[in-house]
């Protein structure tokens, strides 16, 4: 699979848009299929080149922020599964629990009616 700047792709559809020129002859030329060409020309149609980096660079940040955002979601599922299992067994599941340094954890249990304080000893152990 052949990989084109955004720059080369406007160029592309232009020169794919020019009258006497073909679809099929363009793609044919540049090695992608004309379904490529079609795709390109229904995402980047009226757009100028640097309209066209700003989408590209927009979409990818899209792309990082969710996940970013789906990784949080998992940290924030598994701290709310164990404060869940500490609330239900009452504070005597011997689970570890960060203590005051980073990456040291404790076997005791922290009292049953602080469930919302383990939490933030979690969150500051994550660094959320």
Same mark, same amino acid.
């Given at each position: 699979? *052949?990989?084109?700047?955004?720059?080369?792709?406007?160029?592309?559809?232009?020169?794919?848009?020019?009258?006497?020129?073909?679809?099929?002859?363009?793609?044919? *030329?540049?090695?992608?299929?004309?379904?490529?060409?079609?795709?390109?020309?229904?995402?980047y149609r009226g757009f100028s080149a640097s309209e066209a980096?700003?989408?590209?660079?927009?979409?990818?940040?899209?792309?990082?922020?969710?996940?970013?955002?789906?990784? *949080?979601?998992?940290?924030?599922?598994?701290?709310?599964?164990?404060?869940?299992?500490?609330?239900?067994?009452?504070? *005597?599941?011997?689970?570890?629990?960060?203590?005051?340094?980073?990456?040291?954890?404790?076997?005791?249990?922290?009292?049953?009616h602080r469930p919302f304080q383990v939490f933030l000893l979690?969150?500051?152990?994550?660094?959320?």
């Open positions: 699979m *052949k990989k084109f700047s955004i720059d080369q792709l406007i160029k592309i559809l232009a020169e794919a848009d020019t009258p006497g020129n073909s679809v099929a002859a363009t793609a044919r *030329k540049y090695g992608v299929s004309e379904q490529t060409i079609y795709r390109w020309r229904k995402k980096k700003r989408l590209k660079a927009l979409e990818e940040e899209n792309a990082r922020l969710k996940r970013l955002l789906a990784e *949080k979601e998992l940290e924030i599922q598994a701290l709310t599964q164990v404060i869940k299992k500490i609330s239900d067994s009452g504070g *005597k599941e011997n689970v570890g629990f960060p203590i005051g340094t980073r990456g040291s954890f404790s076997k005791q249990s922290p009292p049953p979690l969150s500051e152990q994550k660094g959320l």
